[in-house]
């Protein structure tokens, strides 16, 4: 990575991280409460201009491919996407799923990268590929509020000096928890910037291991070691991004850990599971910010994995933490981890983020299996900055919270406390709370103590029914999901789950629902529904849900057996309020204003290509079409992508689609487009068709040019001739003619008098005496000389100029 230029790519990456199921496309995220005057805290949502992008990206083949034809698949992308810094990629390492990280010649914007691992996933060879996306902790800056001191008065005693500060712990009921469980036995994993040393945490690390593979980043010196320590966050003038000033180091892994676990002494603080132990996995440094692929490495090395030279942990966590968030969709090869952990009974809890959003337009907090933290502060309210909506699975202090830090402004000096603001401060609570789970609870699911820590959540009014985090009845509730079900009668029929779809709902109970019918064969495969979707196995494609409006259109297209084949991904918002998910020939995209539509192979690549929904089409606002003569075609937003075979798909938007559905598309005198819109040079834009091209300027709009009156147009030297661009299009005229209007004339055309142009000063006599329908009738020659006069035959006589004289009129 180069130092410099990397963090081009911090778009949004901040310190939190929101997590929770995908989108259901046909839910509509609504708002979380206002922060009203009467809420905790001061201080706006974060934001950037900063554009996102990276200089990696992970590559899964799905079957082994020698280097001769990585290096063509590669070349060949590189060529389609138009991305040259993809022409020379030097490899960084495989990870433990067989993914290959790759690293670009140079730094490029993550929508660029997407292009090329788009065009990657199109050939067989490749199982998928996406950017390895750059995450980040970020601070909530201008927040110097107080809040409450409040002390606890339950038999549980802490006599750490900070308690007094410890408003969430009064808040969550931790002091009570303690009478019943303080997280003995459990061990939490922290992925995050490292932990300094620290007298309430040193004595908890039972492990670490160093995952920033990039000597840029990690300000120690080197890349991966055994060394998790955390050596600071600060940074260079322009070592972020271009422009950005130099920071000082911020300590948050060490404050996560402290809020988390930080043990009962008279020192410091306490954390919600006091007596935890704590596996420390740095994976983000300078800048607080880290790849993709290191956050999946540490992940999978917590739940219990050797990771390259990391050797699998004695002990693995009981819990996973991540206070990180990046905007987007959830990356594969970190669902990949998450699911890992989470089929092992290991929750993962991750932050909301801190950018006032619907938390599931951020990653992780869109992938599937993790409990998603929202913050607020001492009166319930949320806080100003947390990101919010049905994505939040729960709610838990963040606001001006006391933990673990250091003294130093580059590397550690001396340990200490101070507060800090976000949800990256509320995720720990939750994982603390989860640990004191796994010491009264240890042989539950993930599932269950997810379920244990929902169902035990205070509704607030404050938070429009929300939840909170409530650490003491957590230890005490018995979910829903536990209880028994009650005997079926005759007319409820049950249904039962076996083999991969049992495993699948299992680990998403929560949300799929019960089961509505038993398991299907379907064509390579199975598929079951669901209250809440359809999960659907093939050897191919593994175990995938399909749920709300992708459903829908996955359904219209005739299910696996149709023309998308099996879901090879889970839904994953697209960012920009919609959600999408793969399947092994195509794609369905939802919009919130459009709904759900399939695009499929050729139209599929096309798409791709012109950026999908957030490219100059937007969503599809069709499924995909037969035009009656053998082709077919799909409508977007602003335009059409048409498929022949002859011609392949292209793409036709906006002003020059319009102009090309006025003329009859496919079925009309144009036929198919041959290339793409392009430039004309002079201001305008043309696109060629079968029959003729249409033509766009900004003053004209856009107008077809067909046959014969094309070709004059051509002759006489196209837009920078003598009739400028076209002004209107070909329309019938008299006697069985047709004519066609430009800015400096016409052309006409008419059975025996051929194709003519006018203009000038004999054209506007021409148009003046009634054009074909007057006296004169059709021209049938061009303007020509005769000595000093210019002469234009019409079939009822002639029209002459000359300087000094003007128009004279010659009729039969």
Known sequence: MRPTAFLSALTAATVLLTTTPPALATETSPGAAAAAAASSGAGSARTTDLPEATDRIVVKYETPVDDAAKERLLDEAAAESGLGEAERTTPVRTTTDGAEVLELADDAPVADVEKLAAELAEDPAVAWAEPDRM???????????????????????????????????????????????????????????????????????????????????????????????????????????????????????????GSAAARRDTYGTVGVAPDATILNARALGACGTGYVSDMADAVRWLAGDTVG???????????????????????????????????????????????????????????????????????????????????????????????????????????????????????????GTVALLKQKNPTLSAEQYKAK???????????????????????????????????????????????????????????????????????AGVYQEFQKGTVYWSSASGTQMVAGGVRSAFHRTGRATGALGFPTAPERSNGIGGAYQLFQRGKVIWGPS?????????????????????????????????????????????????????????????????????????????????????PDGHGGAVQPFQGGQIVWSAATAAHPLLGAVGARFTSLGGVTGKLGYPATDETPSVNGGVVQGFQRGNVYWAPGAGTRATYGAIGVAYADLGGPAGRLGYPTSEEYRSGTTTVQNFQGGQISWASGRGVRIDYR
Not at 310 to 328: C, E, Q, T, W, Y
Not at 377 to 389: I, L
């Open 135 to 257: 995450v980040a902790v970020a601070e909530i800056p201008g927040m110097d509020d107080e809040e409450e001191d409040r002390l606890a008065t339950t038999a549980a005693a802490a006599y750490d000096p900070g308690v007094p500060s410890l408003w969430a712990l009064t808040n969550l009921r931790a002091f009570e928890a303690w009478d019943t469980a303080t997280g003995k036995g459990a061990t939490i994993g922290v992925v995050d910037t490292g932990i300094a040393a620290h007298p309430d945490l040193d004595s908890k690390i039972i492990g670490g291991y160093d995952f920033v593979s990039s000597t840029a980043l990690s300000n120690d010196g080197n890349g991966r070691d055994a060394d998790a320590r955390d050596p600071g966050t600060w940074s260079t003038a322009g070592q972020c991004y271009s422009g950005s000033p130099a920071s000082n180091s911020i300590w948050h892994g060490t404050h996560v850990a």
């Open 309 to 431: 030279a990391a050797r699998a942990p004695g002990k693995r966590a009981d819990v996973i933490n991540m206070s990180l968030s990046m905007p987007g969709g959830c990356p594969p090869l970190l669902q990949s981890a998450i699911n890992t952990a989470w089929s092992r009974n290991i929750p993962v809890v991750v932050a909301a983020g801190n950018w006032d959003q619907p938390a599931i337009d951020w990653a992780p907090g869109n992938c599937y299996n993790v409990i998603t933290v929202g913050a607020t502060g001492s009166d319930h309210y949320k806080a100003p900055y947390s990101n919010h909506g049905w994505a939040v699975d729960i709610y838990a202090p963040g606001h001006h919270i006391l933990s673990s830090a250091n003294t130093g402004t580059r590397g550690p000096v001396a340990p200490s406390t101070k507060f800090d603001y976000g949800t990256s401060m509320a995720a720990p609570h939750v994982a």
């Open 453 to 523: 820590i929902l169902d035990s959540g205070d509704p607030r009014t404050q938070l429009s029914g929300a939840k909170t985090l409530n650490s003491h009845d957590a230890l005490w509730i018995t979910p829903a999901s536990t209880i028994a079900p009650a005997t079926p009668t005759p007319s409820t029929p049950t249904y039962t789950t076996k083999g991969a779809i049992d495993t699948f709902y299992r680990n998403h109970r929560s949300a799929l629902g019960t089961p509505t019918s038993h398991e299907v064969r379907h064509g």
């Open 594 to 678: 459009t709904g759900g539509y399939a695009v499929v192979n050729g139209i599929n690549s096309a798409y791709t290509r012109a950026g999908s929904e957030k490219g100059a089409l937007g969503y599809p606002t069709s499924d995909e079409r037969s035009d009656g003569k053998g082709g077919a075609y799909q409508l977007f937003q602003r335009g059409r992508i048409v498929w022949s075979a002859g011609t392949g798909s292209i793409a036709v938007r906006n002003a020059i689609d319009a102009a090309y559905d006025r003329a009859g598309a496919t079925t009309g005198k144009l036929g198919y487009p041959t290339a793409a819109e392009g």
